[in-house]
């Protein structure tokens, strides 16, 4: 059976508004009542519920990457990149690949699951897709993308540079 915080609360004999406290690090708690907290927590294998979460901080902490494949070298250290960044902001990564996706339809997912931004390897949303997700005020990031809205958000590989700089 799922641990709760009300379980946890009935162990240490505080009020579950208490819990989420100590476990959040958040709010006024003794220290010696939120280490008592987090210990039963501990023994229990207490799991926080990120979905609950989400909800009471109106915050998902979910980043949503697309890919067209995994394979390449160059996405790997952009991913690796994007995760270190992510962890160090409590954030957490989906990624979608496009070869085994239709990205239109993760549309839908991605907006029930309340993402806070989306970084788009090689654009290939309909421009209806992008407005739609502007519309919810998802901030976005394109990589590498075409056919994207004038004031996007954009990082790009300036090929003609690059091979001029190997030129000279």
Do not use: C
């Not at 915080?5 to 240490?12: F, G, L, M, N, S």
């Not at 109106?58 to 494949?69: C, E, H």
């Amino acid at each position: 059976m799922k641990v709760t915080i009300k379980d946890i609360a009935k162990a240490a004999g505080v009020s579950y508004q208490t819990v989420s406290k100590a476990l959040l690090g958040k709010g006024i708690v003794k220290e010696e009542t939120a280490e008592k907290i987090r210990k039963i927590a501990r023994e229990k294998g207490y799991i926080p519920n990120i979905a609950a979460r989400a909800m009471a901080n109106r915050k998902s902490q979910l980043i949503a990457v697309f890919l067209p494949q995994i394979a390449s070298s160059f996405y790997n250290k952009f991913i690796q990149g994007i995760e270190n960044l992510a962890n160090q902001y409590d954030y957490s990564i989906l990624l979608y690949l496009f070869e085994n996706t239709n990205i239109e339809d993760k549309l839908e997912t991605i907006l029930s699951y309340q993402v806070e931004g989306i970084v788009i390897f090689e654009n290939h949303f309909s421009l209806n897709s992008l407005n739609r997700l502007q519309a919810n005020k998802i901030p976005l990031l394109f990589v590498n993308s075409t056919d994207i809205p004038p004031d996007a958000n954009h990082v790009a590989i300036n090929g003609y540079y690059g091979l001029k700089l190997a030129f000279e």
